[in-house]
């Protein structure tokens, strides 16, 4: 080889390590927050798709000209949180309704009885009060869903109350609350958040830390 060829060589082998170092320096850097978003959206999407048809059927009541479902999700009620909604339709023409006032009340037929929820918050209110249902938020808009609390398993009433313009009506479910699931169970989402986090800085730290060493 001549020393021009070799000083050609050289000269290239400069170049691409000059091209490789500014590539390195110009790669987007991964991003934390991206990464914890994406986690977020996939349990959301997750979630959604489990409430997308209102849930498992609990009753079905006929009343005032109406059909009335109660739904719940999860289908099997533990004591704690749980999501209740109603889907209303006209008996006649089985239309859905999707005007009306509905509001949703619980009642434990014996109460403090079965194994109690003790709440992660000292604040989440748990007892027997009525919670409007509302047809916003996520999910299929034909249902009017309420977030509700059960203190403990047993026996419970729900009672579902309807008013739209003159009409009026009240109408009750008898439901069977299971005890409560366990904390793993119930708070997964919650545990898993920090768990994406600490793992998606782990993962940018290490890129950073490798590109770093090729600069």
Not at 14 to 37: D, H, K
Not at 197 to 211: S, Y
């Amino acid at each position: 080889m001549s020393g021009c060829e070799g000083e050609e060589l050289s000269r290239g082998r400069l170049e691409r390590a000059r091209y490789g170092a500014g590539m390195s320096r110009t790669l987007p850097r991964p991003n934390c927050l991206a990464i914890v978003l994406a986690a977020f959206l996939a349990i959301g999407s997750i979630a959604s798709s489990l409430r997308a048809d209102g849930g498992a059927v609990q009753g079905q009541r006929s009343v005032a000209g109406w059909d009335v479902f109660l739904y719940s999700h999860p289908g099997t009620l533990r004591a704690g949180p749980n999501e209740l909604s109603v889907f209303l339709q006209n008996r006649g023409g089985r239309e859905p309704v999707l005007d009306a006032d509905v509001m949703v009340h619980v009642q434990a037929a014996v109460p403090e009885s079965g194994s109690e929820w003790i709440p992660p918050c000292c604040r989440m209110k748990v007892g027997s009060g009525a919670q409007a249902a509302s047809r916003s938020g996520g999910g299929n808009r034909l249902f009017y869903r309420a977030p509700i609390v059960f203190g403990h398993s047993g026996e419970w009433t729900v009672t579902v109350s309807i008013r739209r313009g003159e009409e009026s009506a009240i109408v009750e479910f008898p439901v069977r609350v299971e005890p409560p699931a366990p904390p793993l169970l119930a708070y997964w989402p919650m545990l898993f958040l920090p768990v994406v986090a600490v793992g998606g800085f782990m993962w940018r730290e290490r890129l950073l830390a490798g590109r770093g060493g090729h600069a």
